[in-house]
Antibody
């Protein structure tokens, strides 16, 4: 059974850097085809894809946020870390990590999500 | 970027109704499309991938069709647990993009 869980601060101040950790089980990020993505959802709004890291360490980022995002993996800990710099109140959202479908850039399953509020 | 749109934005339906939701891509994406169900306060759940393939464990009353730019999600007989928001996602090219969602609520 694949599970993922996000962890990190619930409140960050504007201009600070956000670091979120996705801890997973039930799969290995060393297996061919495997990936983990980050997606966010502002309150009452649509889902927005942020980043995706593959088993071979290929990384993909949303172009609109690429300058602020870094995604890394630690296969020994079964973790994926997303950092987002220069946080703004508009970045207030629930942040999800999710397992990439084995053959497609779709996501299943997802973590429960973590709400991050950006406020001074 | 490929823009995804959905219609309607919301639909009111009764248990047992047939419900159809449409998703349109701003350019052709072959069958690189997924549908998700999301309930309030919960993470999205994958229902359909590759436009028409039913994800394991998803009831057969859910079906998907389409290719290119136009896609549909159909719920053949709406059940009480199906009242939720449904969104599409294209996996054809980066950046991956989601539709705005369609809320199915009780008539």
């Amino acid at each position: 059974q694949i599970t993922l869980k996000e962890s990190g601060p619930t409140l960050v101040k504007p201009t600070q850097t956000l670091t979120l950790t996705c801890t997973f089980s039930g799969f290995s990020l060393t297996t061919n085809g495997v990936g983990v993505g980050w997606i966010r959802q502002p309150p009452g709004k649509a889902l927005e894809w942020l980043a995706l890291i593959y088993w071979d360490d290929e990384k993909r980022y949303s172009p609109s946020l690429k300058s602020r995002l870094t995604i890394t993996k630690d296969t020994s800990k079964n973790q994926v870390v997303l950092t987002m710099t220069n946080m703004d109140p508009l970045d207030t959202a629930t942040y999800f990590c999710a397992h990439r479908h084995v053959a497609y850039n779709f996501f299943d399953p997802w973590g429960q999500g973590t709400l991050v509020t950006v406020s001074s | 970027d490929i823009q995804m749109t959905q219609s309607p934005s919301s639909v009111s339906a009764s248990v047992g109704d047939r419900v159809t939701i449409t998703c349109r891509a701003s350019q052709g994406i072959s069958t690189w499309l997924a549908w998700y169900q999301q309930k309030p306060g919960k993470a999205p759940k994958l229902l359909i991938y590759a436009a028409s393939s039913l994800q394991s464990g998803v009831p057969s009353r859910f079906s998907g069709s389409g290719s290119g730019t136009d896609f549909t999600l159909t719920i053949s007989s709406l059940q009480p647990e199906d009242f939720a928001t449904y969104c599409c996602q294209q996996g054809n090219s980066f950046p991956l993009t989601f539709g705005p969602g369609t809320t199915v609520d009780i008539k």
